[in-house]
C-alpha cells in the first residue's frame, strides 16, 4: 500500500512538474498575454496549446485516484468539491457552460494538486527562473518585443512615464514577472542554504523593483517584514499568526480606498508619479491607483441590475460589460479586481472557496510550515490586488500551489 501511494505521488508530481515547465516553455517563447490573438478566448491554436495539456495533467492524476479507489478527504478538499457542487448546479441551470468550464478547469486541478500534496523543488524554481532570463536576453528584439529585460527597452506603457519598467517575458506584463519574482526570493530564503541564494535574491530584487507592479511591491515587503519577525521562531497555531493574513489584507484595502488622497501629499516627483500614479507627470493625480475601485464599482451595478438572483452569481454574463476593454471599454478587465470576480461571478457558493482557503491556512500553520503561510499570505493578498493570473494555465500560479506543500522545511538563512 506505502508503495503505490508513492508511485503514485511521484506519477502525478512529475506529470505536474512536467506541465508547469511546458506553460514555462510557452510563456517564454510564444506570445502569451501580449497583443494578438486572445489565447484564453475559447478557440484557435494558442487556446488549444494550453487546454489540452490541462486536460492531460487532470487526466493522469484522476486515473492514479482511481487506480487507489481513494480520494484526499481533507478539509481544503471537502470545501472545493462543495464550492465545484454549487457552482456546476448554477452553471447548468443557466445552461451557462463558459462558467462551468471555467469552475472545472480552476477547481479540479487544485483538488488533485492537494490529494497528492504536489510541491516543486528549489532546484526547478530556479531553473526555470535561470532560464526564463536566458529566453527574454537571447529572444528579445527592438521595437518588437513588448517589454525588455533593461530600462528603456520597452514599448508599452510609456504614457505613464513608465519606460524604465522590465519583465522576464517579452509578451507578459511586468505584474506577472514580479510574482515570480516573488516566490523565487522566499523559496530561496527559506530553503536555500547555501550562497547561491544572494544571486537569487539580487535578480529577483532587480525583475521585482523595475515590475512597477504594486500590489507585488506590498506583499514582498508585507511579508519579509513577517518573516523576519516570526519565522525563527517558529510558526504555530494561534490568535497572533491568524491575525497576519488579516491585518496584511486590511492594510491592503485601505491603501486602495485611499489612493485618492495620495496626490494632496504634494510630491512631486516624476518617478514616484510614475510608480505609484501611472502618470507621466510630476503632479499626476490618482485615476489610475483607483482603477480597481472603478472595476468593483462595475461589478455592482451589474449584481444591481441583474436583482435578487445574483446571489446565486452572474456567471460568465460578469464578462458582457460594454465597460470592459475586452468590449471596446475602458475599464481594464473584471479578473484585473479578482476578488469581487470571484465574488460576483459565483455567488454563495465562494464561501466555500473561501473556507478551503482557510482550512490551507490552518493546515500551514498546525504543520508549522512557514514557507507555505507566506506562499499563502501572497495568495490572499494577490487575490485582493492583482490576481489575473491566478488560474491554472499560468505557470507562475502552479508555482505558488507546488510550494503549499514542502516536505522538508528549513529555518531561514541568518541575513
Request: hydrophobic share 50%; aromatic share 18%; charged share 10%.
Amino acid at each position: 500500500m506505502i508503495d503505490n501511494k508513492l508511485t503514485s505521488f511521484k506519477l502525478a508530481n512529475y506529470s505536474f512538474k512536467t506541465y508547469v515547465f511546458y506553460l514555462s516553455i510557452l510563456w517564454m517563447f510564444v506570445n502569451y498575454g501580449g497583443g494578438g490573438d486572445n489565447p484564453y478566448s475559447g478557440s484557435g491554436v494558442r487556446w488549444l496549446l494550453i487546454t489540452i495539456p490541462l486536460l492531460a495533467f487532470i487526466a493522469i492524476s484522476s486515473a492514479l485516484i482511481l487506480f487507489r479507489m481513494r480520494i484526499n478527504a481533507s478539509a481544503p478538499n471537502k470545501f472545493l468539491i462543495c464550492y465545484l457542487f454549487f457552482c456546476s448546479v448554477v452553471a447548468f441551470l443557466n445552461a451557462d457552460i463558459k462558467h462551468f468550464a471555467e469552475v472545472f478547469r480552476w477547481v479540479i486541478p487544485l483538488i488533485l494538486v492537494i490529494h497528492f500534496r504536489l510541491t516543486v523543488s528549489l532546484k526547478f524554481i530556479n531553473f526555470l527562473y535561470c532560464f526564463a532570463i536566458f529566453a527574454v536576453v537571447i529572444t528579445y528584439v527592438p521595437n518588437v518585443s513588448e517589454f525588455g529585460y533593461l530600462p528603456g527597452q520597452t514599448i508599452l506603457n510609456l504614457h505613464q512615464g513608465m519606460w524604465w519598467r522590465v519583465s522576464i517575458w517579452n509578451y507578459v506584463t511586468p505584474p506577472y514577472s514580479a510574482a515570480f519574482s516573488v516566490i523565487v526570493f522566499f523559496a530561496n530564503y527559506f530553503l536555500n542554504k547555501g550562497k547561491s541564494r544572494y544571486f537569487f535574491y539580487l535578480i529577483s530584487l532587480y525583475f521585482l523593483m523595475l515590475s512597477g507592479s504594486r500590489t507585488s511591491y506590498f506583499i514582498f515587503i508585507y511579508c519579509f517584514i513577517v518573516a523576519e519577525l516570526f519565522s525563527k521562531k517558529g510558526l504555530v497555531y494561534n490568535m497572533k499568526f491568524i491575525m497576519i493574513p488579516m491585518l496584511g489584507a486590511g492594510l491592503l484595502f485601505i491603501l486602495q480606498v485611499s489612493a485618492d488622497l495620495i496626490p494632496f501629499l504634494g510630491i512631486k516627483n516624476e518617478i514616484f508619479n510614475s510608480v505609484v500614479l501611472r502618470n507621466a507627470e510630476a503632479g499626476g493625480d490618482a485615476t489610475n491607483l483607483s482603477s480597481r475601485l472603478i472595476i468593483i464599482v462595475e461589478q455592482i451595478s451589474m449584481v444591481l441590475d441583474k436583482g435578487a438572483i445574483s446571489i446565486l452569481g452572474l456567471g460568465s454574463s460578469i464578462y458582457a460589460s460594454p465597460n470592459w476593454t475586452s468590449n471596446g471599454g475602458f475599464m481594464g478587465q473584471t479578473t484585473d479586481s479578482y476578488l469581487t470576480h470571484l465574488l460576483f461571478r459565483d455567488g454563495i457558493a465562494v464561501i466555500f472557496l473561501v473556507f478551503s482557503f482557510i482550512a490551507l491556512f490552518k493546515n500551514a500553520m498546525q504543520e508549522r510550515n512557514f514557507f507555505a503561510f507566506i506562499v499563502l499570505n501572497a495568495l490572499l493578498f494577490y487575490t485582493i490586488g492583482y490576481g489575473a493570473w491566478l488560474n491554472m494555465t499560468s505557470p507562475v500560479f502552479l508555482l505558488y500551489v507546488g510550494c503549499l506543500f514542502k516536505r522538508k522545511i528549513i529555518n531561514p538563512s541568518p541575513n
